[in-house]
């Protein structure tokens, strides 16, 4: 058995939050390498997007293991050294505990891990996003599991035709349910529809009950008890033979659908695909950003990446979220391009509230 981790943080940016400075990268590689080297991991892959920080790691030691996830703590540790020295902005911004005690998971790092039996051509999509929140897979994974509009295989693929199952969590109350699609889509629909507070986890195969999808759900703002950021989550998506193909996996990001998250984490923005090249969000602190790291995976080693929207047909999508851009800028601070006050993470809202309390009067 193959397991394959992916951790992530933003241990500080350059510049302000914009994109990452080279060095962090670097400090990253030689860590991983040094645990490559001693026989911890079999393979890594580090990249980044945005301001965030990714570590694709391979290994056998199954999901939640100490020693991996104290690697990967021990490493934004290092980086953010690196960060600190060259003032970097908001340098571990992500790393919310002291101590490391056993489990990186509820320490502000988003994590996304599975352990499957390496197939005969095992292919693996890695989404990974910025400047957005841990319920922005919700509506691509309803489509590549859950649509025939857009995963025709769902139809016409005996090994699909049976549908997925769906493990939907309730991040707030830490509760969790399955729905199996098609015949429970209505019902999951009216929770995954709203995913500030339903996130899928995971996605399995109806029949093997081969695990497809998993994606990191740490919600940073319910760890902390306060705004440090947006949650920047990733998702790994297998591909190919009974799970839907590269092109039904990368298909519904030819939309740039609305998610929570662009400036100070308080505002509704279009996710825009891009290269890891191009994810440097910039204008209004974005537009939120996701990029796809294609992999086979041959003996746990990666073969690739590939950047998956390093493809003029994803320029559509991206010309579309400039228009959609500007057009919820234009709201300024109005909603529903600001979060409604509840959803807001950063707000004044207590401060002023206080200073106007006696002006307040009765009508
Ligand atoms: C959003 C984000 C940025 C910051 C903004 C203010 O997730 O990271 O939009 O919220 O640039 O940053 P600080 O408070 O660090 O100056
Ligand atoms: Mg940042
Ligand atoms: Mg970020």
Known sequence: M???????????????????????????????????????LIDFHVTRCGD???LIMTHGLGVDNERVHKLSWDTFLECTQVAKKLKLHGAGQDLLRDAFSGNIRGMGPGVAEMEFEERE??????????????????????????????TIGLVIAENMHCGFRFDVQDVKEHKRIFFNAPEEI????????????????????????????VSSTERLSLIAGRYVGKDDPVCIVRCQGDFPAVGEVLEPFTMPW????????????PL???????????????PPRVIAAGFQLSGGKFVGPRDMFDDPSFDEARRQTNQIADYLRRHGPF???????????????????????????NF
């Open 335 to 361: 909603e529903p391009h600001r979060l409604p006050l509840e959803e807001m993470e950063y707000t004044t809202m207590p401060q002023v509230m206080k200073r106007l309390e006696g002006r307040f009067e």
């Open 121 to 150: 051509a095992e292919t693996i999509i890695i989404f990974m996003a910025d400047k957005t929140s841990a319920g922005a897979w919700n509506l691509p994974l309803y489509k590549i599991f859950a649509d025939p509009f857009n």
């Open 2 to 40: 193959i397991t394959l981790s992916v951790v992530k943080a933003d241990v500080g940016g350059y510049v302000g939050h914009s994109s990452m400075h080279p060095d962090i990268i670097d400090k990253a590689k030689e860590s991983l390498e040094r645990e490559k080297r001693s026989g911890l």
């Open 52 to 54: 965030d920080l990714q």
């Open 272 to 286: 825009m695909p891009v290269s890891v090249a191009e994810s440097n969000p910039s204008r209004f602190d974005g």
């Open 186 to 213: 209505y019902d999951m629909l009216v929770f995954i529809g709203a995913p500030s507070r339903y996130t899928v986890k995971a996605v399995y195969h109806r029949v093997t009950g081969e695990i497809a999808s």
């Open 258 to 269: 609305l998610v929570e998250g662009w400036m100070r984490g308080s505002h509704h923005g």
